[in-house]
């Protein structure tokens, strides 16, 4: 069984359709990369996934029970199991690194704070910030501020991370830092769905890549499929102006 099911997932701003009868199924483990254009609903797949934006029609279902997205039980109980890492940190500029970190675990989860600080000093650790507890975000490069951004979704202990365009805001020296971070999480076996523009990067990394378009998945398939044998013209048409550049 999936860990992860999308069933024709749609939705809309208001009377705008963005997502269209999207069907993915994630299973444990996979690393799931989004590419296509611009306004394409990658983005606005993972905000439905998280419960930010509404769900038109379709269904999500997680381990093969249905996500009721009007229900603040589920939708808690939801979040308990998936975490997102979005473009911009937004990082509480007030607190310190380890604040920031441990603030969701201790005040929403109620958990004990030397546990939870244990838990963030080892999560650090892992994104090579060790030595940043104290520092405030705006001693922090982006990549850095970026990386802490990552360990405090994990603090939440997510069975599924979704990553939306992390690299996007950061300049491309610090690109690499967050890959690096990223690639780590990978080899663990965290199971991800990341959208990115970073086309080498999702091509390493990923088990399987989704083509989107218009709101509407248009083909799925392995990183060699997607990149070196598309079936899709719509594919065809973006992997080779994105590997012309």
């Given at each position: 069984?999936?860990?992860?099911?999308?069933?024709?997932?749609s939705?809309?701003?208001?009377?705008?359709?963005?997502?269209?009868?999207?069907?993915?199924?994630?299973?444990?483990?996979?690393?799931?990369?989004?590419?296509?254009?611009?306004?394409?609903?990658?983005?606005?797949?993972?905000?439905?996934?998280?419960?930010?934006?509404?769900?038109?029609?379709?269904?999500?279902?997680?381990?093969?029970?249905?996500?009721?997205?009007?229900?603040?039980?589920?939708?808690?109980?939801?979040?308990?199991r998936?975490?997102?890492?979005f473009?911009?940190?937004?990082?509480?500029?007030?607190?310190?690194?380890?604040?920031?970190?441990t603030?969701?675990?201790?005040?929403?989860?109620?958990?004990?704070?030397?546990?939870?600080?244990?838990?963030a000093?080892?999560?650090?650790?892992?994104?090579?910030l060790?030595?940043?507890?104290?520092?405030?975000?705006?001693?922090?490069?982006?990549?850095?501020?970026?990386?802490?951004?990552?360990?405090?979704?994990?603090?939440?202990?997510?069975?599924?991370?979704?990553?939306?365009?992390?690299?996007?805001?950061?300049?491309?020296?610090?690109?690499?830092?967050?890959?690096?971070?990223?690639?780590?999480?990978?080899?663990?076996?965290?199971?991800?769905?990341?959208?990115?523009?970073?086309?080498?990067?999702?091509?390493?990394?990923?088990?399987?890549v989704?083509?989107?378009?218009?709101g509407?998945?248009v083909?799925?398939?392995?990183?060699?499929?997607?990149?070196?044998?598309?079936?899709?013209?719509?594919?065809?048409?973006?992997?080779?102006?994105?590997?012309r550049?």
């Amino acid at each position: 069984m999936p860990l992860l099911e999308a069933e024709n997932l749609s939705s809309a701003y208001g009377r705008v359709p963005v997502l269209s009868k999207v069907n993915l199924s994630v299973n444990k483990g996979e690393v799931i990369s989004l590419i296509g254009p611009s306004g394409s609903g990658k983005s606005t797949f993972l905000r439905v996934l998280m419960g930010l934006l509404p769900p038109t029609a379709g269904e999500v279902r997680i381990d093969g029970g249905r996500i009721d997205y009007r229900s603040r039980a589920q939708l808690r109980a939801m979040r308990d199991r998936m975490a997102i890492v979005f473009q911009q940190y937004n990082l509480f500029q007030n607190m310190d690194v380890l604040r920031n970190v441990t603030i969701a675990p201790i005040k929403i989860k109620k958990r004990p704070r030397a546990d939870v600080e244990r838990e963030a000093t080892a999560l650090l650790l892992k994104v090579g910030l060790a030595e940043k507890h104290h520092a405030y975000p705006d001693e922090l490069s982006g990549g850095q501020q970026q990386r802490v951004a990552i360990a405090r979704a994990l603090a939440l202990k997510p069975e599924i991370l979704l990553l939306d365009e992390v690299t996007a805001a950061l300049d491309p020296e610090l690109v690499t830092e967050v890959l690096d971070t990223i690639r780590s999480l990978a080899s663990e076996g965290i199971t991800m769905l990341i959208v990115s523009h970073e086309m080498a990067f999702v091509r390493e990394v990923s088990t399987r890549v989704v083509m989107m378009d218009k709101g509407q998945v248009v083909e799925i398939g392995s990183p060699a499929e997607i990149f070196g044998s598309p079936k899709e013209a719509r594919t065809r048409e973006f992997v080779g102006k994105i590997l012309r550049h």
